[in-house]
């Protein structure tokens, strides 16, 4: 099992940047398909990005349409952390945002399902 806690949420203006963190335990991370997901009250949760280490460069991501251009996700398997970079945030991009983990996934996925491993999420809230 993959234990896994966020961090980096926050306020910021419509237009703004933050970059979440999340930090991750156990011998297999570099093993994981690692994604973030966000949910807003009242809907599903919803797929942002993924990202897996083929064992070699570069790595494989996916995004959503609605992040695409805007959000970039990494990692960084020395440090057992994958990031998530967030540039001209708009007001719909505020929600509790989640770290997940698929070991062994060997894919990336944008389904929830997929992924064992999740953490407690951050809030990230942008004003508009």
């Known amino acids: 099992q993959v234990q896994l806690v966020e961090s980096g949420g926050g306020l910021v203006q419509a237009g703004g940047s933050l970059r979440l963190s999340c930090a991750a335990s156990?011998?297999?991370?570099?093993?994981?398909?690692m994604a973030w997901f966000r949910q807003v009250p009242g809907k599903e949760r919803e797929f942002a990005a993924a990202i897996r280490w083929s064992g070699g460069s570069p790595y494989y991501a996916d995004y959503a349409d609605s992040v695409m251009g805007r959000f970039t996700i990494s990692r960084d398997n020395a440090k057992n952390a994958v990031y998530l970079q967030m540039n001209s945030l708009k007001a719909e991009d505020t929600a509790v945002y989640y770290c997940?983990?698929?070991?062994?996934?060997?894919?990336?996925?944008?389904?929830?399902?997929?992924?064992?491993?999740w953490g407690p999420g951050t809030q990230v809230t942008v004003s508009s």
């Open positions: 997940a983990a698929a070991r062994y996934l060997g894919r990336l996925s944008r389904a929830s399902t997929d992924y064992s491993s």
């Open positions: 156990g011998r297999t991370f570099s093993s994981a398909t």
